[in-house]
């Protein structure tokens, strides 16, 4: 076992070298290659190292490292050198663009639409405003029960919630460099992930809060490459990250114990399930994958799974096939497996990757990543050249978040990527319109709306 689980690693850290290498060639960590990389280095080696003793199929991580590979090879057809000149010739519009008070605005009404369609969601669902303020542990732990007995109603208040969220962390990235006063700086830093927090808090739900922080550095990722900076952290992001950790971990911890576990009273048990919980949030994806993925190559598994047939891009494209009328009946959470390893991990993530195979096999899902890093590689290279780019802007920025919801499932399953994406791109477009109209007729006095 401890031989499979030192070549997994070795795999792990081949990831993070193939990253490294692309790194070397295009001179900087703030690329997509590498940003894919150093994702999926996080998502193994930290299972691995961390809960070292749980057996693991090392051909898994191999694979992973092949698809990674593949995605980086894709950016091999530009001119990279050219690129990142032309775009150091445009810093000196990035505040203007991107602190622009239409954009703040937005924000500030995207922001305050989010809470209210959260708060509208739960009337929908049947609870009260007395219930919310003076009994939330109960409410919120009511309505986790409820979504995992599927008796939620669904409606549009929760949909324009989440995309709302989605765009406020986003713009919130955007104007949090471009913002001077220090206060101001603060209170867009809260107001980005308020929205989401409000969900944990309410709903035990705490995917949307960590992808509200990967699309808010997304957008602060645009920045910076805007102002030719390309670093991923500034000095002072340290004074930051260790508070921000800590609300973070006490967020999470206050969903984990509302979910059910409230009511225990022996402090060992409520430590022990605890531990279940964060260990199979932050490493169960890796170690589910591996045992379908050994399942599949004909290896020990400690599950026994269906066999399908070849799903041509269902898993991967989910929300487009049903949109043309496909009625393949998907369970909560897409497979209704629970990979299990004592009381320490349990849960049904399986990573995009299972999906990726089942759609397209091995050797075309490791195509797919080649020609997905052609197509992504593609739009960064064009967001480098432009002066005021749009659509290659909300490209990068929804890339950011494919790369980090690659551990789950396919961010292009889910509809409300495409709304979001488009809604920003439309955002984007008329702060483009705006903005340069102001530059030309103003040469340059601020622009109000």
């Known amino acids: ?30 690329f997509p290659a590498c940003l894919f990389g150093l994702f999926w280095f996080g998502y193994t080696f930290v299972p691995l190292a961390i809960l070292f003793w749980v057996p693991v199929n090392p051909y898994a991580v191999a694979f992973l490292f092949l698809c990674t590979l ?22 000196e519009t990035a505040t203007l663009v991107y602190g622009s008070p239409f954009l703040k605005r937005t924000f500030y009404l995207l922001a305050l639409a989010s809470i209210a369609f959260l708060i509208l969601d739960l009337f929908e669902q049947g609870f009260t405003l007395q219930e919310l303020f003076f ?7 009511t309505y986790a029960n409820m979504l995992y007995s599927e008796d939620l109603t669904i409606n549009n208040f929760a949909r324009l919630g989440i995309v709302c ?20 700086r603060w209170f867009i830093l809260a107001l980005s992930f308020l ?25 602060l990722l645009v920045y910076r490459v805007s102002v030719g900076k390309l670093r991923l ?11 921000g950790m800590a609300v973070l971990i006490l967020i999470v911890t206050t969903a984990f114990i509302w979910r059910g576990l409230s009511k225990i009273e022996d402090r060992d048990e409520l ?5 279940s919980y964060f260990a199979s949030y932050s490493c169960g994806h890796l170690y589910g994958f591996s045992d379908w993925f050994a399942f599949m190559i004909g290896r020990h598994s400690e599950l026994t799974y269906a066999h399908e047939g070849t799903s041509y891009g269902f898993y991967t ?44 096999g091995f050797a075309g899902s490791v195509l797919f990543m080649f020609l997905t890093g052609v197509l992504l590689h593609k739009t960064f290279h064009v967001m480098l050249l432009k002066k005021r780019p749009v659509f290659t802007v909300a490209m990068f920025v929804f890339a950011v978040g494919y790369f980090y919801s690659s551990f789950v499932t396919s961010a292009l399953s889910a509809n409300r990527t495409y709304v979001a994406f488009a809604l920003l791109w439309i955002i984007l477009q008329m702060n483009k319109v705006i903005t340069e109209r102001c530059t030309s007729s103003a040469e340059i006095s601020p622009c109000e709306m």
């Open 70 to 91: 593949a995605f980086s090879m894709g950016s091999l057809f530009f001119d990279w050198k050219t690129a990142f000149v032309r775009n150091g010739q445009k810093c």
């Open 165 to 184: 969220t989605f765009l406020g962390a986003i713009l919130g990235g955007f104007l949090f460099p471009c913002t001077s006063r220090k206060a101001e």
């Open 317 to 360: 494209f989910m929300s487009l096939f049903q949109l043309m009328g496909s009625h393949k009946l998907v369970p909560m959470g897409v497979f209704d497996d629970y990979y299990t390893y004592g009381d320490l991990l349990t849960g049904n993530i399986y990573t995009m990757f299972r999906g990726l195979i089942l759609d397209f």
């Open 195 to 219: 929205p989401a927090a409000l969900v944990a808090i309410t709903q035990t739900a705490k995917g949307l809060l960590f992808l509200s922080i990967v699309f808010f550095y997304a957008g």
């Open 271 to 275: 430590m022990s399930r605890l531990t």
């Open 135 to 141: 009994d939330l542990q109960v409410s919120a732990a």
């Open 233 to 243: 952290a500034e000095k002072g992001s340290l004074k930051l990250l260790v508070p």
């Open 1 to 30: 076992m401890y031989i499979d689980k030192c070549l997994a690693l070795v795999f792990s850290l081949m990831i993070l070298g193939q990253a490294y290498l692309v790194r070397r060639y295009v001179g900087t960590w703030l």
